[in-house]
């Protein structure tokens, strides 16, 4: 094999190990969507506890992500990496094992940090190793592994319930269905422990820690020629050459840098368009549409399917249309397919025991609305999102800047997880699609005003 082809599948690997950190994230965010009604039967919880059980991940999630991005730019990507892996496999275990609320909700929340240090360190990481002429494309794979985890969780809860029987139904060796569920995790997250300690630490952190000339043996593997060139660019780039600090992003009259308001407000967009309502609650949502459960997990396993095959598309589309027009085109399908879906909603009839009927066409339309919600979502604002915030920092703020737009990006996705149960009882499935659809327009004259395009520039070009 040549050289080239050698880096070629270098690089392939670093980011396929790095996606497994992606996967995770998806695995670990879809897999309570099946378990909610074991949950709430097991812990004899309200649905407000409830709310909080599925919640809780979340707050770890915005704790991981403010933490990680941090903590990255003083011990390295790889290395907070490792921790997230760690987190993951306990989660998993604890999760599954947990006698009450209290109990899960410590184990959800240390899950949900590793979930939160995967989120904003894979498409950093990625972006710190890959070619900027293939890095949109190589960037975007981390949203293939998200939705993969996604799928293979609702493909996993989908199984087992079948098996079981119910998710309250034992499933193996005296233990419930929905445990389960949790355990299967552990395959993953013990497969990313080891998959990580054979892939190199990011060039530029290691430029930035002073660590010059492990940088260049990393780049000598990942470029055919110019690799000292690049780490004294790099090592220019950084301002004053002082190591990364948080202080960085602090701007004396906006109190953060434009660039890092632009970055948290991408990333508070991605989710006030109430994507992660359809993985969470998928199952209940469908139920309370009219279906039974073992069909509202199976068109969790379709939505997934497709969310698969949007994100595909956008790999092969994003470094020849860009970042910007992908986000534009996806804020009006959004807005479009949400709209729509708020009207069949608000259109829904009430049966005898408060509960939400879509018969016929309605029912139809509801659900081909909500996959190509789904579809739009993920071949547009699920990975090009991850992408711009890998690249649009500069080298001296990307760690902090991530971690920040992280831990907002989380800290909205808590408030509408939270909030969608009780908007379903106040102002039904109508009212809370019509709040999504009115922020996907938002979303639109966002991007136009304030993101810059980022397609093939390397990231020492970056300003902001």
């Known amino acids: 094999m040549s ?12 980011t396929l190990v790095a996606t497994i950190g992606g996967f995770l994230f998806g695995f670990d965010s879809g897999v309570i969507n099946g378990t909610v009604a074991g949950l709430k039967t097991a812990f004899d919880s309200d649905s407000v506890v409830t709310g909080f059980n599925v919640a809780s991940m979340l707050l770890g999630c915005a704790i991981g992500a403010l933490a990680a991005g941090r903590l990255a730019d003083r011990f390295g990507r790889r290395t907070i990496l490792i921790v997230a892996s760690v987190c993951f496999a306990i989660s998993a275990w604890g999760s599954g094992i947990s006698q009450g609320s209290a109990e899960f909700i410590i184990y959800r929340v240390l899950g949900g940090l590793g979930v ?18 293939v890095r949109g494309m190589l960037s975007s794979v981390q949203q293939v592994a998200i939705i993969s985890g996604l799928f293979c969780a609702f493909l996993s809860n989908y199984f087992i319930v079948g098996e079981a029987g119910s998710s309250l139904a034992e499933f193996a060796w005296g233990y419930e269905a929905w445990r389960w569920m949790f355990w299967v995790e552990l395959i993953p997250a013990v497969i990313f422990f080891f998959a990580l300690l054979i892939i190199p630490e990011s060039p530029r952190f290691l430029v930035a820690a002073g660590r010059t000339e492990q940088a260049v043996a990393v780049l000598k593997k990942l470029m055919s020629e110019g690799y000292k060139e690049k780490a004294a660019e790099i090592k220019l780039s950084l301002k004053e050459g002082h190591r990364p600090r948080f202080r960085d992003l602090i701007d004396a009259k906006r109190g953060l840098r434009p660039i890092v308001w632009i970055g948290i407000g991408l990333a508070m967009l991605q989710q006030i368009t109430g994507i992660n309502v359809i993985f969470y609650y998928g199952a209940v949502l469908w139920q309370a549409a009219g279906f039974a459960e073992s069909h509202a997990l199976f068109i969790n396993v379709i939505s997934g399917a497709i969310s698969i095959t949007a994100c ?35 259109q829904a009839e009430t049966g005898e025991n408060g509960q939400l009927l879509l018969p016929g066409l309605r029912g139809i339309s509801a ?66 699609y019509s709040i999504y659809a009115f922020f996907a327009v938002i979303s639109f004259f966002f991007v136009w005003a304030f993101t810059k395009e980022t397609k093939g520039k390397e990231l020492e070009a970056m300003e902001g």
């Open 367 to 432: 659900l081909v609305a909500a996959n190509l919600f789904v579809f739009v979502f993920n071949f547009s604002w699920g990975p090009a999102m991850w992408v711009l915030l890998g690249e649009m920092f500069p080298n001296q703020i990307r760690g902090s800047a991530m971690g920040v737009s992280g831990f907002m990006l989380w800290v909205t996705n808590f408030g509408i997880t939270m909030t969608f149960p009780l908007m379903l009882v106040r102002i039904g499935l109508g009212g809370a």
């Open 312 to 346: 595909i598309l956008s790999i092969l589309t994003i470094d020849r249309v860009g970042r910007k027009p992908l986000l534009l085109i996806g804020s009006v399908g959004m807005a479009l397919s949400l709209g729509f879906m708020a009207f069949v909603f608000s």
């Open 3 to 14: 050289d080239s082809k050698n880096r070629t599948a270098f690089v392939i690997l670093i």
């Open 116 to 133: 939160g240090a995967a989120s904003v360190l894979a498409p950093a990481y990625i972006s710190e190793i890959a070619p900027a002429k």
